[in-house]
């Protein structure tokens, strides 16, 4: 009784200490709406705040997003049910285990948002998975990249990668872009 206790938590409590705020939601929603991405990869649905400020950014894409708490996704589900949002496909699972499985299902990636599991060595791994569905147009958000010096350093050897031809560090959010033949560049935003 007591570890069932424990292992409670208020949606209200997820809803303040997981999901994106308000202002970034906003920024999410302003990316997918300017670049208009056709498919959208999100890692780390909790009660499906960040994919609805991304879907409704472009109602014509096809969102991809996973969680790993059933009971948490069954919330986010419902929230899209309730907003009459129809283009988010939800799948349950850890992302070590069905990450490389739902990346079959993609030739290439538009748009991706890592939002989980904020912890440098599985951050990479994720990164350098999906980075074989990137294309030149292709443009990665990370949230909380300065959440710890683990994710700093993540951030840091992401920026790094050949691969990236352009970073924008929002503090909050780092943002990576991918066009072949610029001049490698990094900018701190203030938003
Ligand atoms: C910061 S929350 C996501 C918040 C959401 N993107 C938003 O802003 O509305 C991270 C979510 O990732 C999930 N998560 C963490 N590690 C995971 C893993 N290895 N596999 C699947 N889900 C994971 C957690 O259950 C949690 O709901």
Known sequence: MENEQANKRKVSTIAKRTSIAPRYGKLLFRFVNYFQPNNIL?????????????????????????????NIAKIAE????ALNIENISLHVGNF????????????????VFIDGNHQMEATLRYFELILEKVHDGSIFVFDDIHWSSDMSNAWKSIINNKQVSLSLDFYQLGVIF?????AKEHFKLWY
């Open 42 to 70: 999100e890692l780390g649905t909790s009660l499906g705040i960040s994919t609805l400020y991304q879907a409704a950014g472009n109602l014509n894409a096809s969102v991809t997003t996973i969680e790993g708490c059933p």
């Open 78 to 81: 419902s929230n899209f049910e």
């Open 96 to 111: 070590d285990e069905c990450l490389s499985v739902i990346l079959k299902d993609f030739e290439k990636l538009d748009y």
């Open 178 to 182: 991918f066009r072949k033949g610029q």
